[in-house]
């Protein structure tokens, strides 16, 4: 990857998700790859803490087998989250402020404690707080919704905006709970916990191993998004979204139109 210029692809990232203006792939033309590409997010989302904003968890991706497939990789991939894209529960989005925005339903954790890699499932509930349901609100910057893996990776894996539902104690089971995206109040997707590498669990042992291998460790209180338990919907003016999972209740958002 010699010859990438880190800053100035953040850059490029940073303007187009201030601007709403879709910007062609990068990582063909540049050279990026996988390592490179987080160098990149890690400038990208440090642009947005120079201006105030602070970081409060991750996010997962690509954490169906299906995704996996259809992108060619074989391991799932992490991003970054800022307090400034978090939307409260019931809150508004102006969809003008995003380039072609879609919402997912997942799951969400809020953590006690950090987590060891590889630590046993029977132990999850001691190192997390809280379970509740989510929506991501994914925005990928770049035309057409059309990326390479380095490509999504260094945009932050198309992170913009999220919600989270009421808290809740960590249920027995997760790894197979129904999940519903309902937009006005019709049923747009329909899917299991499942579908997120078998067991939300799983994701968060995964980024904790991923995120480790580039420094980043997870902190106590932090938010993680586990991953999209359907595909992505896209978000219109003046919709009202509801992602459903079973045990855990409800988070909603509005489109502002």
């Known amino acids: 990857m010699i010859g990438v210029d880190t800053a100035k692809i953040a850059e490029q990232l940073g303007t187009a998700a201030d601007t709403a203006t879709a910007i062609p792939q990068l990582a063909a033309e540049t050279g990026l790859d996988v390592d490179g590409a987080y160098a990149v997010q890690t400038a990208l989302v440090q642009r947005r803490l120079d201006r105030g904003e602070r970081l409060v968890g991750l996010k997962m991706g690509l954490t169906s087998r299906a995704k996996m497939a259809q992108m060619g990789v074989d391991e799932v991939i992490w991003g970054r989250l800022t307090d400034v894209m978090r939307v409260p529960d019931g809150g508004a989005v102006d969809v003008g402020e995003f380039i072609h925005p879609r919402v997912e339903p997942e799951v969400a954790f809020l953590l006690d404690r950090l987590p060891e890699p590889g630590e046993p499932l029977g132990s999850f509930t001691d190192a997390v707080r809280a379970v509740a349901p989510a929506i991501e609100l994914i925005d990928s910057r770049y035309a057409n919704f059309t990326f390479s ?78 991953g999209a338990a359907t595909a992505a919907v896209p978000l219109r003016a003046g919709a009202h979204v509801r992602a459903v999972v079973e045990k855990l209740g409800t988070a909603s958002l509005r489109a502002a139109s």
């Open 149 to 226: 893996l380095p490509d999504v990776i260094a945009d932050n894996t198309s992170a913009a905006a999220f919600v989270v539902g009421p808290w809740s104690p960590v249920p027995d089971g997760l790894d197979n709970l129904g999940v519903l995206l309902e937009i006005d109040g019709r049923v747009a997707q329909v899917g299991s916990t499942a579908a997120i590498l078998g067991d939300p669990r799983r994701a968060l042992d995964e980024g904790i191993r991923l995120a480790g291998r580039h420094g980043v460790r997870l902190r106590e209180g932090w938010l993680f998004l586990a």
